[in-house]
């Protein structure tokens, strides 16, 4: 008997090596080769985890919510507590979802810029660098007068970007994109190239950092850096936009400063390392490019925005009606995260119903055996507002979930859970094996 999901086309090519079995197995369409196992949908309720809270008399914003339809899954699925990336360490958003989607962010994850790149859309291939970016203004002698050139945004920005995009520095050459507002995005493709290297953005109003390597083999990246710092002001200092700008009063971008390197790592493509098709839903654009680095195609339903003005339910049908289609979705919600760092907890709550609004549709309208994930990807607790680095609240749901008797889903009762505690690492082989999609280990 052959194995289901994952590690199938391998065994059927072992155990049929005969010519026709051999040939008619490899003309069959991977998504033909996988619908026997069930789909997953993972849903990321962003920063949602907390700590007790003094003004709710030290419960939490999830044990003091209404929210009937995220404790039915804790009811009737399995639940546990999950160290994101291990017990202490304090998560960004990028380096948890990395770890969720089973990716070791110690091995792939070098700093923000590649992400960011692949957030507007930049993908580069493994070894490219890329950084993000604000547009600047500085005066002649490179000190910084403004951080963000007046909160200039597009369309100007996207004049300007074009300007700096397809510049050669000797063998390198160079990407640069817009992003939102007064940000943008660097990409230096190129042989031997390293995201070890420091800012050229000095964070602060004072003169211009010069770029210096961290790491050994990081000089020719560093001095490619300085010298397009140098460049970018050349360029822009005299563009129309900024002769346009200074005639409205307004400051000019006359520089970009490049932060936050990292390298496009060298990964499997998710839908090729667990043989699922794979979507992502996300408003934020960091998330957004999470996902596509690691080879989930990006869904963008109109309203989702990431901030708090996000249509919860228009997501949520996106979300669900991509699940027709793929077998596997990840799904963020950024409001809980953005209610922490707030640090107000009766927001806090009140965005967890909300929630439980969009656990409700999940609960009426998911395909028939899904399997459906309920995490956080970090706490951020409303006194600290910041993420911590506590374990966050997990519930496992499918149809044959042993039922553990969590009653709630909140961080106190999930850690009585059969699931007991996990971490994040482990989250994708726990979902592969309840879709029964998980190849078997020995015989
Ligand atoms: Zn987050
Ligand atoms: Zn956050």
């Given at each position: 008997q052959r194995t289901r999901g994952a590690g199938r086309w391998r065994d059927s090519s072992y155990t049929h090596p005969s010519a026709p079995f051999f040939i008619f197995s490899f003309i069959i369409p991977p998504s033909d080769m996988m619908e026997h196992g069930k789909k997953i949908l993972m849903i990321v309720m962003d920063g949602l985890g907390d700590r007790a809270v003094k003004s709710l008399d030290y419960r939490t914003p999830l044990q003091c919510a209404r929210k009937p339809n995220l404790d039915w899954f804790a009811s009737n699925g399995t639940s546990g507590i999950m160290d994101v990336i291990a017990p202490g360490i304090r998560p960004g958003s990028d380096t948890s979802h990395l770890a969720l989607l089973g990716y070791d962010p110690y091995k792939v994850y070098t700093g923000r810029g590649p992400f960011e790149a692949a957030g507007v859309g930049l993908v580069g291939k493994a070894g490219d660098v890329a950084f993000r970016c604000n547009f600047a203004t500085v005066d002649s002698r490179f000190n910084v007068l403004d951080r963000r050139a007046g909160r200039i945004k597009e369309p100007d920005t996207t004049e300007l970007a074009k300007a700096l995009d397809g510049m050669n520095i000797g063998d390198i050459k160079v990407v640069v994109r817009e992003a939102t507002e007064h940000r943008a995005v660097l990409m230096l493709q190129g042989r031997d190239l390293s995201p070890r290297v420091s800012d050229a953005d000095p964070h602060a109003l004072t003169t211009v950092q010069t770029s210096r390597p961290?790491?050994?083999?990081a000089a020719r990246t560093s001095e490619a850096v300085n010298e397009f710092v140098r460049r970018s002001y050349e360029v822009l200092n005299d563009h129309p936009v900024n002769e346009r700008r200074a005639s409205e009063g307004l400051l000019p971008a006359n520089i970009l400063l490049p932060r936050g390197a990292g390298v496009f790592p060298d990964i499997q493509p998710f839908p090729e390392r667990y043989e699922m098709s794979a979507s992502g839903v996300a408003g934020v654009s960091l998330i957004r490019g999470i996902c596509r680095v690691c080879g989930l195609e990006v869904i963008e339903p109109p309203g989702c925005t990431g901030g708090m003005d996000t249509d919860m339910e228009a997501k949520t049908c996106a979300a669900l009606k991509e699940l027709d289609r793929k077998d596997f979705v990840l799904m963020n919600v950024k409001a809980s995260d953005v209610t922490s760092h707030d640090g107000d907890p009766s927001r806090k709550i009140e965005t967890i119903e909300r929630l439980d609004g969009m656990a409700r549709i999940i609960r009426k309208d998911m395909p028939e055996g899904t399997v459906v994930a309920l995490m956080a990807d970090h706490c951020t607790p409303v006194e600290l507002g910041d993420h911590s680095g506590d374990p966050v609240p997990l519930t496992i749901y499918t149809e044959n979930s042993i039922k553990d008797g969590t009653m709630s889903y909140d961080e106190v009762s999930c850690a009585r859970g059969a699931l007991g505690r996990i971490r994040g690492m482990d989250l994708m082989p726990i979902l592969l094996d309840k879709a029964d999609r998980a190849e078997k280990f020995g015989a």
């Open positions: 961290l790491g050994p083999d």
